[in-house]
């Protein structure tokens, strides 16, 4: 097993941990990215952690990023994207991220098995006031956005984001359908919640148009980095930006 942070230039190589951390690594001079640490192994190796040493088999990993921390875990595919696994734990204490990633490697032991290598990642959690999920290519024509408020993390109920079309060299907005938003994903104690939206604000933008067209340029900047096409994930605290996720897509 080897764990490295985001920053070192071995994450830069995907076959480290998978194309969407070496894209993560390679467009982190672009956009503040939360503190990282990746881990990957066989998944042989973390099932024989697990029956060598059964009482706290990943502890000594809680404690690799200051909490609290966000937990995900994929595959990895050579050569092709990589496949998640389970959700994404938000807003975790050292005591209950290792129970992330013990459940996070049970999923992956229940799925598909030609992809033997599971990756982890361990990311500073950023509580949100907002949230984006933003589709970019290098040539900048369109961009999508799909804005959220709080977290963009679907918990019992479903996620309500609004729509934004950013179209042409000065990213004019083409549509933007904002949703009515009832519930939202915040922070809770050792973890997150769904929490009932205030009449006023449930219908109205989740980020201003300046905003979304300040991650629309943001995602292309890391669409012609990556001379490909990304989904990237970004939170948005007090008008700060950081960029979560940075996803390629294949055109």
Same mark, same amino acid.
């Given at each position: 097993?080897?764990?490295?942070?985001?920053?070192?230039?071995?994450?830069?190589?995907?076959?480290?941990?998978?194309?969407?951390?070496?894209?993560?690594?390679?467009?982190?001079?672009?956009?503040?990215?939360?503190?990282?640490?990746?881990?990957?192994?066989?998944?042989?190796?973390?099932?024989?952690?697990?029956?060598?040493?059964?009482?706290?088999?990943?502890?000594?990993?809680?404690?690799?990023?200051?909490?609290?921390?966000?937990?995900?875990?994929?595959?990895?595919?050579?050569?092709?994207?990589?496949?998640?696994?389970?959700?994404?734990?938000?807003?975790?204490?050292?005591?209950?991220?290792?129970?992330?990633?013990?459940?996070?490697?049970?999923?992956?032991?229940?799925?598909?098995? @030609?992809?033997? +290598?599971? /990756?982890? %990642? !361990?990311?500073?959690? =950023?509580?949100?006031?907002?949230?984006?999920?933003?589709? $970019? *290519?290098?040539?900048?024509?369109?961009?999508?956005?799909?804005?959220?408020?709080?977290?963009?993390?679907?918990?019992?109920?479903?996620?309500?984001?609004?729509?934004?079309?950013?179209?042409?060299?000065?990213?004019?907005?083409?549509?933007?359908?904002?949703?009515?938003?009832?519930?939202?994903?915040?922070?809770?104690?050792?973890?997150?919640?769904?929490?009932?939206?205030? @009449?006023?604000? +449930?219908? /109205?933008? %989740? !980020?201003?148009?300046? =905003?979304?067209?300040?991650?629309?340029?943001?995602?292309? $900047? *890391?669409?012609?980095?990556?001379?490909?096409?990304?989904?990237?994930?970004?939170?948005?605290?007090?008008?700060?930006?950081?960029?979560?996720?940075?996803?390629?897509?294949?055109?």
């Amino acid at each position: 097993m080897r764990w490295l942070p985001v920053t070192d230039e071995r994450c830069g190589d995907d076959g480290f941990a998978g194309p969407a951390i070496g894209a993560l690594h390679r467009v982190g001079d672009l956009v503040p990215v939360p503190e990282t640490i990746v881990l990957t192994a066989p998944v042989r190796h973390w099932r024989d952690r697990v029956r060598q040493r059964p009482a706290d088999p990943f502890a000594e990993y809680a404690g690799l990023v200051e909490e609290p921390v966000s937990v995900r875990a994929w595959q990895i595919r050579p050569r092709r994207s990589d496949l998640p696994i389970g959700p994404v734990f938000n807003n975790l204490g050292p005591g209950t991220v290792a129970e992330a990633m013990l459940e996070l490697l049970a999923l992956a032991e229940d799925g598909a098995r @030609e992809f033997p +290598r599971l /990756a982890f %990642a !361990l990311q500073r959690f =950023t509580a949100a006031e907002a949230s984006a999920h933003v589709h $970019a *290519a290098p040539d900048g024509e369109r961009v999508r956005v799909q804005a959220f408020l709080g977290l963009a993390e679907q918990l019992s109920e479903p996620l309500h984001p609004d729509l934004i079309v950013l179209a042409g060299p000065e990213l004019a907005v083409r549509e933007y359908r904002v949703a009515d938003k009832p519930t939202a994903t915040v922070a809770a104690a050792g973890g997150s919640r769904t929490s009932t939206v205030a @009449e006023l604000r +449930r219908r /109205a933008p %989740a !980020l201003r148009v300046k =905003t979304v067209q300040h991650l629309g340029s943001l995602a292309i $900047a *890391a669409a012609r980095r990556l001379a490909v096409p990304v989904a990237a994930e970004f939170a948005v605290t007090d008008g700060e930006v950081a960029l979560l996720r940075c996803r390629p897509v294949p055109p």
